[in-house]
Structure formats: C-alpha cells, structure tokens
C-alpha cells in the first residue's frame, strides 16, 4: 500500500485506534503543530518509528485540538533501536503535510511547523520515500543528530548552527530554509490553481507514486535530493506568492529574513570551526560518521605554509561538534603542519606532517605509535599522501625524499622505506581492492601504478598536470584531480625550497594572470588496466579551476575541491554515464558556491549523505609574497572550517578503503 494512501485511511480511522502502555524508557509525548504561524486545528498526527532500511512503522496516532496541542500517552510497538519522527496533515487539505524529526530518543515536549518540514527533510533527503524515512541505520542517526544544527525540533525555531555569526553573515541558508518554508504557507493559503499545480509539479523528480496527488513532503524532498534543479523558478513561486510591496518595503512572508534574489541553487550549507581547525587539508570520515582532518598551520598563528608553526589533527563529530582541542588539535608525536597526510585505516587514524613525522592515532585522538618505531624519522623529509589499504597495510608519500613509506599490516613497527622509480613529488597515494598502489606525480603529469608485493614493476600513466587526490569508484577506476591544464607549465622550486612550494609558485602564477587568467586543471578517470577512459580527461565546461581533490559518492558521481574559484562540482561518473539517456560521464551537473565554501582542498561524503568540505585557504592574496604581513591579515590565510553541504550525495560506507561502497 503506498504510504501516502495508508495516511489517508488512518485519517479516517482515528477514533477507532487501541493503543498499549508507553515501554517504560518513554515519557509522554506532548507536542504543538502550527500553520502560518497559527495552531493546526483537528489535523492528524502521526509518531513513526523507523529502524533501517525496512521502514518505518507507525507507533500510533493523535488529533490537535483548537490549540494546535497533541498528546500520545500509549505507543504501539515501539523499541529502543529505531527513530522517532512525527507527521501531520491539514484536516482539509492532506497534500499539506508537516513533518519533525524527534531522533533515537521520545522527547517530551515537540513541535511541528514547516520550518522543522524543511529542517527534517534537507537532513533526511537520502532517506525519504514520501513519508516513509528509510536506510542505513548509522546514515539515519547522523541524519538525526544534524536536523537541530537547522531547526530545533523542541521549539520549532531555528538552529544555534544556522544562527550562528559562523552562518548567518557567510551564507544563505537561513534564507534558502525561510523561503522554502514560505512556500509551504503559501501553498496552504493559496486559491490559484496555477501557482498550486506548478508548486506539485517539482515534486515528480522523486515522486514514488503518481497516481495520488503529490504532497508538501514529496515537493520538499524533491527540491533536498537535488537543489540546484528549477531553482530559479522555484524562487518564482515564492516571488508571486509574496510579491514586494508599494515602496520597496518587506515582503509579507511568513518567515524572516528571506531570499532577494534568484538562487544558483537551494543547497542547506553551513560551516562549523572549533577543535583546533583552521586550515584543514585531507579528510577522513570514520565508521561513526566523525569527520577528521589534518591542519596545515595552526589556528591563530602569524606563520605562512613554508616556515609555520603547524597545526595538528582536528576532529568534528557528526553534527559538526568538535572533539579535539582547541587551539592545536592533537599534536602528539611532534606533529607540526599536516597538509594531505590523513587516513583512516580500520582500528586507528594516520596523520603523517610536514615536518617528516607519521603518527598513528586511536580515535579517542590518543597516540599509539609513530614513524620512530620503525626509526625511520631521519629518513623522512615531508609527508603528503597517506592511504589505508583493505590488507591494513599503511602506505605514506614523501612529496620532499621522492619516496614512498610502507608499513605492514598497519603495524608502527614494521615501517620500511620504498623507493620507485619514476616518483616526482608524490602527493596523493590510493590503494585499490587488488592491493595495487596508484600515486599521483605532484611535480611531473604522471601516475605511477604497481603491485604492493612488487614496487620494482611500475607503470607510469600519462595524466596532465601535477596530478593531486585520487579517488577509486565502486567499478576499480581511479579518478585523478590534475591541478594545471596540459599546456600549462608546472612551476619548479626555488633553490633551497621544498617540493610542495610549487604551490606557492603556482599561487604567484595566478595572481599575477589577474583578470586574464584561464580556468586551469582536469578530471582524469584510469580503468583498472591502467588505461584512460579518455585520454583528454574532462575540464568541465570551465567549472574548474584547479582542482585539488576528488571524492566518490554511493553512485559513483564524482565530487571535486575546486580551490582557485571556490566550488565544489559535480560530475557524472561512470554508473550515471552508463545508465542515464541524456547524461554522459565527465558532465558537470552542477557547481555548489557560498560564503562559507572558500579555498577548498578536499570534499568527503558520509553515510547519510552529507558532503563534507575542508576549507584549507581563505585568502590566496596572503600568499606567498605576503609572507612579511603582520597583524590580524596575516592569520586570514586559513580557510578556519569545514563546510557540510546536507543531504546531495548518495550515502556511502564508511571509511572509504580501496573502492567506494554504498552502506
């Protein structure tokens, strides 16, 4: 039975539900659904509980009264696994339909409202199925946990996240989440059955059933699941519902402050700081859904990225919560700097720094072990990539010795160097399911491919230029970010530098182009073999410029840190190449820009969806000639967050070792 048509029946069979005792960890359910800022009088409420991919289950039922007011004081079948989220249909109209995600635990005291419709959907919109909330039970919990960053489902106002001067003055998603909920009250109230049929047509993107009426949750989802589609026109509907007045003055919009302007797209983003971050490079997202990064110079520091005083390995928790201290992150070990050297391995976190120490870390954020175990710190000069393999094995790239680090089995104590030929500056290091090692060439435009067990046979690939994070998709191909164009020439170190100042090099480069600099880099994808799928890769229609990374979500869609022009892509990959009729791999589907999306180096999804951001530079203009600056500019250089863009990505298990999988 489609849900939607199941709501429908319980509607008319209220009156006649039994219900049994509460379990004894519940307290009574007491909660408020409001309308246009009025009570929703007789409207139906339901309490769902949902517990994974299965679904989820309704617990029971109550009706508002003239106060908006409900209770539930029996429950039917509930359990201590699953989460709690209500629903609520208008009496007359149950196409409006209000929804509020409650968590793992029954509060006593909830609210319904469409700022809380809005909130709980964007979180959930990989887990929707028109009222029906399922997937992944870890992906669910991280859902859950970050709805409050939004809106607060106990008051049904907004978020302290989203309210925050980190949000509020950086971005727009306080308006996006107020205009969105206006469409609904407008939607509500409206008598024109044009502006109405255009409102329900956005939701036939998602709509699971067609042959009912589409409701307020369905065009909801639709916008969540996929915000840059119709956007502008979906600014349109809000426009005509609220039309500025005589005299310029505000709209008459139910929730303030509102969009002015048409939207590239209505992504909820917000950015979150503390731990330590300040300018983080690599990230790494653990079983828990935490979300790890190394910095590279420390929080509040008047350093520049060649003589710093570094910083150490931050920790946010799911709902962008940090874990680790302020203002260093964890640096034990001697840590000093971290720019790409952090993976997640099975039992630990890696982090190897610029200052040639490779550390390993529980993830309580405590030591257990180093590079010295192996007493290999003299040899090691300055680590880039780092990468966990499905053997355990550990393997580091040493951008500065132009060698590789190996340590078996994950074990601090059987650490080896390996040197191969052809290496130029290693960066980014992957190891696939076949435990074949690919590294990207960061001072040449190559990948060097070879067996774990047998170094000596590499096979370099051709990749143009200065090569920097992989990524493997769930099919075995590597995906490769090249930070140059092909004809473009990769700037050498100074005398006396070290390899990563090409970067500084790079930076000068294009500061001096000013305004007639060219988009610069390409997307590379490697078959298993070793062949390119095209040899010219995919610029991405001037979407890029520089790309630093690229990540893999649950559908193998690329994800790309453009860092010059301070976006994150979207790109097709091969799965929606081979199964869409109108979209081939290597086509941008869309560009995601905002105030707090700065100067990005990598982007990670977890297993609800959520697409993390590591904004490593704020201002490139503070850098390198700037080095003399002093006084508050010079600490401007770090981008100081991670941004987490909610709900666009298809969830995939996490870590990400070797291919990228769906939970």
Known sequence: MPMITAVRQLIGALALLALVPLPSWAAQLQGVATLGGEPLVAAPVILWQTDGESGADQLGAAVTDENGSFTFSRLDGANEDGLFYLTAAHVENNQVMLMSAIGPRLQEQVFINELTTIATIFTHAQFMNGVDIRGNQRGLLIAAANMPNLVDPLTGTWGEAVLSPLNARENNSLAKLNTLASLITAYHRTEDEVWADAFERLALPVQQDRSVPPTTIDVIAAIAQQPWIGAPDIYDLFDRAFPVPEGGQRREAPFVPYLDFRPRDFAMILAFAGGGINAPARLAVDRWGNVWSGQVWMQGSLSSPGQNIGGGLAKLGPNGEPKSPAP??????DLNGVDWGVANAYDAIWVGSLNGEISKFNFAGDLIGTSEDSKLNGEIQQITGVSGAASEDVWAADAQGNQLIYFRNGNTENGKIIVVDGLDRPFGVVVDDEDRVWVGNGGSDTVLRFNAGDPSKAKSIKV??????LA???????????????????PEPREGEPALSTFDRIIEQFLAEKDSHAPQGRIYAIRPDGELITAEGFAGDGALDMPWSVSVDGNDDIWIASLWNRSVVLMAGVTRGETSLNTQVGTVLHSFQSGSIKGVTDVATDT????????????????????NLVGPRKIWRGGGTLAVIYGVATPVHTPIIGQTRRP
């Open 464 to 469: 143009p230029n200065a090569p920097r994070g």
């Open 608 to 627: 609800a969806g959520n697409l993390w951001i590591a904004n490593t530079w704020d201002d490139f203009s503070q850098a390198p000639e700037t080095s």
């Open 328 to 333: 260093t992150g964890w640096t034990a070990g």
């Open 472 to 490: 493997i998709d769930s099919l075995g191909n590597i995906w490769v970010a090249s930070a140059l164009s092909p004809d473009t020439p990769l």
